[in-house]
Each structure stands twice: as C-alpha cells, then as structure tokens.
C-alpha cells in the first residue's frame, strides 16, 4: 500500500506523513525533499535559478520514479504537485491510497506567516495580503486536492488524532 498525502503548504504533510510512516512501519518519502537531493539545491534555490516550469517538470518525473516502487510507503507532495502535469491521475492507481490534509484559510496563515520567506511562492506575499493570497490559491487548486481518496479536516486536530483518523480509513 502507498499513502499518498496531498494539501497546501504548512498543512502538516510531512508531520502527518513521518508518524504515520513510523506506526506502520513503513519508509516515509517527502518529494520536496527528494528532490531537493537529486537536484542539489533547495527548492527556493530552484525557483530562483531554475524558475518553476523547470522545477515543476523534475517534480513530475521525480514522483513518478518514487509511485513506481513496490514497496510500501507514505508520501508527502509539495503544495503545488497535483496541480500540474497531471500529476493528481498519477494518485488515481490501484494500490495508492490519497488523502487531503485540508486547512481553512485562517489556519494556513496562523501557520505560514512566521515562515513565509522559506516558502519561494509566499516570499514575496504582503502579510496584509496572505489571506487572500492563500484563499484564492486554495480556491484554484481545489479541484486537484479533491481528487484522493479522503479529505481529512486538520483544523484543531493535534497530529496524533490525524493520524488516529486517517488509519481508520485504511482499514
């Protein structure tokens, strides 16, 4: 079985992902961060660089090596990753099991405003101007991150009782 975990950035995917990973006794994989090994730079560092259609293509062809292990696994995508080359029908394979780690915006940006200068597509972002940056971002990539499986809602949940949630749907 593979899990797959999907949502926006700050959602808690890799937090979510490496404990769940370690209960079931699995490898945990997180995209960003295979690529930025493969790649040898940062992914800000890529975005500066190399700009994000070149980034957008490694990031395809790197989750398609990772979904073809047969190992069991858990996996966590960047932000953007269901959102281009048709990365989300990737996720629609017998075997991959997806969730949504979905987040008001609120929460998003009670998350992400002490880190926005990590974060290549929010560096330049006005905090006056984070809500509605990230409610029209989640407004456009909505149609993608519900295409998995499960959507899980992640406000005011501790990540214990997401994980809890989420291996209850497993079964």
């Known amino acids: ?6 949502g926006y950035m700050g959602s ?29 730079q940062s992914i800000p ?3 500066e660089t190399k700009g994000e259609i070149y980034f957008r293509k490694i990031e395809n062809n790197i989750l398609k090596l990772v ?3 047969t190992e069991s696994f858990v996996l966590s995508l960047g932000g953007g990753t269901p959102c281009y080359h048709n990365n989300h029908e990737l996720l629609q394979h017998d075997g991959i099991v ?23 597509l929010l560096a330049s972002v006005n905090n006056d101007q984070l809500l509605d940056f990230i409610t029209k971002h989640l407004f456009d990539r ?16 501790s990540v ?3 994980v809890d949630e989420i291996q209850m749907k497993l079964r």
């Not at 079985?1 to 999907?6: A, G, H, R, T, Y």
């Not at 940006?109 to 880190?115: P, Y």
């Not at 909505?142 to 949940?157: G, P, R, T």
Request: a negative charge.
């Open 12 to 40: 808690g995917k890799s937090l979510v992902g490496k404990l769940l990973a370690k209960k079931l006794e699995v490898p945990f994989y997180d995209l960003d961060a295979i690529i930025e090994e493969n790649e040898q």
């Open 160 to 162: 214990e009782q997401l």
């Open 1 to 6: 079985m593979k899990v797959v975990f999907v």
């Open 67 to 69: 979904l073809q292990k």
């Open 45 to 47: 560092e890529l975005f």
């Open 98 to 120: 997806s969730f949504y780690l979905k987040a008001t915006s609120a929460n998003l940006v009670e998350r992400l405003q002490d880190e926005k200068d990590a974060r290549p």
């Open 142 to 157: 909505s149609f993608y991150y519900h295409q998995v499986n499960h959507v899980i809602a992640i406000d005011e949940k």
